[in-house]
DNA sequence: CAGTGGTCTAGACCACTGG
DNA sequence: CAGTGGTCTAGACCACTGG
């Protein structure tokens, strides 16, 4: 870092100033030396430290906290993130279930509670007509104060006639669920997103961070009763599985 | 976007001007508008249209690129992304089959093939002491010549000891694996994560993009075979599971 | 208040692609 | 060659946090 390079350029065959930053970072977290919650250098000292601007220097410190690997907040600082905890997979499990088995306080945020129509997608996934009424909630759920998941559903008003006028506060839609229309079958489908905005806000991390997103439509014996789509940050979830054969 | 508005300052209340651009873009896909592989403005004409900087317009189109609804190319210019294939979760299936089956063409690039010594993870995972000798292979599967699996895995040397001498263009791991020592059980963790730069590389897609991570640990009958990690492009990948109850 | 991160500018040089 | 995206600078103003 301390020969004089021109402007725009980088030595050859080398990495970029911004990267050499981040894998300096990551060997202090990787070695121990900077533990969970550490402090790492502002944004100015690295600039001064490694003789780059400061925008290359934030470019570093914002790679890593989009990457998990970080955390910043405005007027105090950037940290060193902290590891995870694990849900289950093959069963349809309650999100506030999973989170009292692990002994930590459960809350949650009701952002949406309506009727509305069904689109394309919604009415294919619960065998209603394009356009009929159905029920809509987005939930976020809280481990310790902190999202956790992102539930979002649609629910069929035929099978679930009352849905609107649950206290999910008290239990939420998944405990209803099971206790008025017991599940027979789920339909599952896992992937890794980027978060949108929507999602970011609610789950308070930054667009783009990598969520679990789990896409399920459950029945029970009188047909389809909803269909949710779950996002979970990937930093603060997992889903596991043992499998026999 | 007309008014005059001094450096380093948003309109109070409003979104950043990066943040507009963005949602400017993402209706513009929504809408059907701008297809996929449809090419999108470059900076330079983005920086024009919305009255800012290029470093500005660059920013909303980057971090559209790192959420995967857009892919850049650098002499090219910046395209609309397209959505995804999906494979199974509830069985091990092997990866060049699943390729085959929706019709594509299969091919591997084998990053690693040797013998090394056990981490305390990898040694916890496969049963062994630290520090034994274990088999260990890093191979990228593509799906029409486009990267889909990262695969890095640990083999029990006592329980196949012919590993390393197999010819994985041909046949990958799990193939070899199923044949030599037949699946009775598998624990499987899934997880989002954003790419480091070893797994962007290989993959092709820029660190911090979200990547649905499967660690996978197989017994046969005689004990703990191999400890897999699969890393698959959030955007190009996604797992599926039919549960009944 | 000084220090932090968040947004933004107007330039620069570079590697890479197609024609 | 002109046009694209990739990296980088040296400044600016801002909102926010703690003391």
């Given at each position: 870092m301390s020969s004089q390079i021109p402007t725009g350029?980088?030595?050859?065959g080398s990495q970029p100033r911004y990267a050499a930053i981040k894998a300096h970072i990551r060997a202090q977290i990787e070695s121990g030396e900077?533990?969970?919650?550490f402090r790492v250098p502002s944004e100015n000292q690295l600039a001064h430290d490694f003789s780059v601007s400061r925008m290359t220097a934030r470019r570093a410190l914002s790679e890593l906290t989009d990457e998990g690997v970080l955390i910043r907040s405005q007027g105090l600082g950037t940290f060193v993130a902290e590891p995870v905890p694990a849900g289950s997979l093959l069963e349809v499990r309650n999100i506030a279930d999973e989170i009292a088995a692990r002994g930590h306080s459960y809350a949650n945020r009701i952002l949406k509670l309506e009727q509305t129509t069904a689109s394309t997608e919604v009415s294919v996934a619960l065998g209603l007509a394009e356009g009929s009424a159905v029920y809509h909630s987005v939930i976020v759920h809280l481990d310790n104060d902190l999202p956790i998941q992102f539930e979002e559903r649609y629910t069929n008003p035929t099978l679930v006639p009352e849905y609107l006028q649950q206290d999910f506060t008290a239990a939420t839609p998944n405990e209803y669920l099971t206790r008025v229309a017991p599940l027979t079958e789920a339909d599952t489908t896992v992937e890794a997103i980027g978060a949108d905005d929507t999602v970011g806000e609610a789950l308070e991390i930054k667009s783009g961070t990598a969520c679990l997103q789990i896409w399920r439509r459950t029945k029970s014996s009188a047909g389809t009763v909803s269909f949710a789509r779950l996002v979970h940050p990937g930093n603060r979830y997992r889903l596991g599985a043992q499998l026999r054969f």
């Open positions: 350029t980088t030595e050859p900077w533990a969970a919650h």
